[in-house]
């Protein structure tokens, strides 16, 4: 089973450019998770998707952040224009529904760099 | 709300001791889950073990366990019998049942080293 895929694994941009991520989750895994890591930090939740819906954004930056599932699959998380603070690792991460104690599996993350 | 706080950045551990991580929570969900992570130098987290909050016994999955202390709020990860491949950050992390906290919430980590 192909775990959840994300790309470009690393990423580096100047200032006020620009940015997206893509995720591919577990075949089958309704739920999709974006999640923010700082240096030092543990990962903080951006979005979640339960399947195309967005469930939960209170912790996503609106006036800059964007972020879509399309088809209740693949998602793509877009940051525009991007900030030095803006960079992290952005982890995805999923878990199929009903299944309480299943550890959500996640992505190898990309890791920006805003210069 | 939810809330994991992890109270050491690093431990240094001898190679074939056993090692404790510490993990206290607060949330006002009656059920929960808590979770541990490992995130090697390679950046993924890797889900190491469950413990649901009804959960009578505590879990335990190979070389690690989980000491559960519903009173105290308290979930720290045993380690037993260090391994080199131990190194890297652990993570606590909780799960609500309750909406708005049906996602996980994570602790700031604590770094193992363990040390031949």
């Known amino acids: 089973e192909a775990g959840v895929v994300q790309s470009p694994r690393y990423k580096i941009i100047e200032k006020k450019q620009p940015v997206a991520f893509w995720c591919n989750p577990i075949s089958g895994h309704n739920t999709l998770y974006w999640y923010r890591q700082n240096l030092g930090q543990g990962p903080e939740l951006l979005i979640r998707y339960e399947n195309e819906e967005a469930v939960d954004d209170s912790q996503l930056p609106k006036d800059r952040f964007s972020a879509e599932r399309l088809k209740g699959v693949d998602s793509t998380l877009k940051i525009q224009p991007a900030e030095l603070g803006d960079s992290a690792v952005y982890l995805c991460?999923?878990?199929?529904?009903?299944?309480?104690?299943?550890?959500?599996?996640f992505g190898s993350g990309t890791r920006l760099t805003v210069v | 709300a939810q809330k994991i706080t992890q109270t050491q950045p690093g431990m240094f551990v001898q190679e074939k001791e056993a090692v404790t991580l510490d993990c206290t929570y607060d949330?006002?969900?009656?059920?929960?889950?808590l979770f541990w992570y490992k995130q090697p130098s390679s950046g993924e987290m890797i889900f190491l073990i469950y413990q649901g909050s009804y959960d009578e016994q505590n879990a335990t999955e190979g070389r690690y366990s989980l000491n559960f202390q519903k009173a105290r709020k308290s979930a720290n990860l045993v380690i037993s019998a260090s391994q080199l491949g131990d190194s890297a950050m652990y993570f606590c992390?909780?799960?609500?049942?309750?909406?708005?906290?049906?996602?996980?919430?994570f602790g700031t980590g604590t770094r193992l080293t363990i040390i031949p």
């Open positions: 991460a999923s878990s199929p529904p009903g299944v309480i104690g299943y550890g959500y599996t």
């Open positions: 992390a909780m799960r609500g049942f309750n909406f708005g906290n049906e996602k996980l919430t």
């Open positions: 949330t006002s969900d009656q059920s929960y889950g």
